[in-house]
C-alpha cells in the first residue's frame, strides 16, 4: 500500500515563483522611483542653499565695501585691503576674495542677465549703487536685487573726483 506524501505539485511551485517575481519587480521599480525622487530633492536643496548663499554673500559684500564697480561683466567689492570680484557666466557664477590667499567660491547657477545702475542710470562700466542680477531657479527665472548705500562723505568724495 502506498502512502500519500503531503506535497506542493509542481504548477503550484511555479505559481508562487511568478507571484514572488512580481512582487519583487514592483519593489524594485517603488525603490528606484524613490531613489529618483530623493536625488530630485537632493539637488532642489542644493539649489536652494546656493541661492541663499550667493544672495546673503551679495549683500553682506555690497554693505561691507568702500566702493562697488562693475567691469566687463564683472562685480568689484573694493575693501581696505582686500577686493571681492564675483565673475557672472552662462553656467555659473564665480566669487574670489582676492589677498594675500585668494579664495574662491563657486555657485552652479546661472547667469541670465545683469543689470548695473548709478544714480538710476544703467551703466556696463564704473561704480554702481544699484545690481539686479537674474538667475535661473527651480526652472524659472529669479531676481536678486542688491542696493549699495554710500554714506555721505563717500558720496562728496565722488563728487569731489
Known sequence: MRTKLAAFTMVELIAVMVLSGLIFSMAMLVIGIVQEQAKHQEQQHEEVLAIEQLKGLLKKDAYAA??????????????????????????NICRKIVQSEPHIDTFRLPTLKITTTWQLQEVQEGRVDVVELKTRFFEQNFTIFIKKAYDYKTLMQIENK
Not at 562685480?75 to 552662462?90: A, G, M, Q, R, V
Open 66 to 91: 568702500t566702493d562697488v564697480w562693475v567691469q566687463d561683466q564683472q562685480l568689484l567689492f573694493d575693501y581696505e585691503t582686500y577686493s571681492i570680484h564675483y565673475f557672472f557666466n552662462p553656467k
